[in-house]
């Protein structure tokens, strides 16, 4: 039995996370800022983690053999877990993003080749930056930033694992990004697409718990990719959400540079996920599980549908 730390963990893949690593039987401990009580059978921390004072008060004495940390944003929280974490834990697990490669998002030269792999992106040269305006660039950035402080200077072993776009779980799915197709498809709205979308990756909400939960037992560091088998593009996924539907998409092409749908993009950063499965991760398939996925989005769209105004169930809305 080890003894497992989840910073966040209380929202869809985090909350698999939290019940896989105890019911395989590890004494598993959440920390965050009392929001949400963890389920049974799993301690609590409350603290906020950018109080550094606070958080060092709240841990007291405990240590850790793993720390997964799923809401690490900024560099600044990165330090401040740094140090709070340095002697008190055997290794460190940071759930980072598959955006960390965006080609819009970074200041230099474009990673390539596509797929992505993990040594694409030197961290070593990344310096601090001013905070961007654009969500997307200080999303992307933030966690390059943070995946720099843990790497510069190791306080214990650390992981990244940088996730594909996580889709599945229904009314969990809090992002809203399949439900965006299964909406506009289903009430004959065109969905706003490149001329040439690049094909994206995408993982299942509970491989990536259960990948998040292998790392932790592991003994490699550095970087991983996180993503099932098979890119998909925009109107591919389109298609799949129509036939789910019996319906057909519609598209409206956007200019060169402007926001369209999400999941399609104008640039490729799909990424490889070798380096996870030749460490001995068993992928499934995109193709396996989007169906499904696309079956539980729909059903969902059906029940605020039906809903009256007003009356919607608080547990379906976002």
């Not at 963990?9 to 896989?20: C, E, Q």
């Not at 299942?204 to 292998?214: P, T």
């Not at 319906?247 to 996920?273: H, I, K, Q, T, W």
């Amino acid at each position: 039995m080890n003894t497992i730390l989840v910073i966040g963990g209380s929202r869809y893949f985090g909350k698999s996370l939290v019940t896989r690593a105890r019911d395989a039987g590890h004494e598993v401990t959440v920390l965050n800022r009392g929001s949400s009580a963890p389920p049974a059978g799993v301690g609590h921390v409350v603290a906020d983690r950018d109080d550094e004072d606070g958080l060092r008060a709240a841990l007291g004495s405990r240590s850790f053999d793993t720390v997964i940390d799923q809401v690490c944003y900024t560099p600044g929280q990165a330090a401040v877990a740094r140090r709070a974490f340095a002697g008190r834990t055997g290794r460190y697990v940071m759930t980072s993003t598959m955006e960390v490669y965006d080609p819009a998002t970074l200041p230099g030269p474009v990673p390539a080749p596509v797929p992505v792999a993990e040594d694409s992106l030197d961290l070593a040269r990344t310096a601090p930056t001013a905070p961007h305006a654009d969500p997307a660039h200080a999303y992307a950035e933030g966690k390059r930033q943070a995946e720099a402080v843990f790497l510069r200077e190791p306080a214990f072993p650390f992981v990244s694992v940088r996730t594909a776009h996580v889709l599945g779980g229904g009314r969990e799915e809090f992002t809203g990004r399949l439900a965006h197709y299964v909406e506009r498809i289903a009430a004959g709205s065109p969905v706003d697409v490149h001329q040439a979308p690049y094909a994206t990756s995408f993982i299942h909400h509970r491989e990536i718990a259960d990948l998040l939960y292998w790392a932790a037992g592991q003994s490699f560091t550095g970087p991983v990719n996180a993503a099932s088998h098979g890119a998909v593009d925009v109107t591919a996924l389109c298609e799949l959400v129509a036939a789910q539907l019996g319906r057909r998409p519609r598209y409206r092409l956007v200019e060169e540079g402007a926001a369209a749908s999400p999941f399609s993009f104008d640039r490729a950063y799909a990424m490889d996920n070798g380096r996870a499965a030749a460490l001995g991760f068993g992928f499934g398939r995109v193709a396996e599980w989007l169906p499904t996925a696309i079956a539980e989005a729909a059903g969902v769209n059906r029940l605020r549908s039906a809903a009256p105004t007003g009356l919607l169930p608080p547990s379906c809305s976002h």
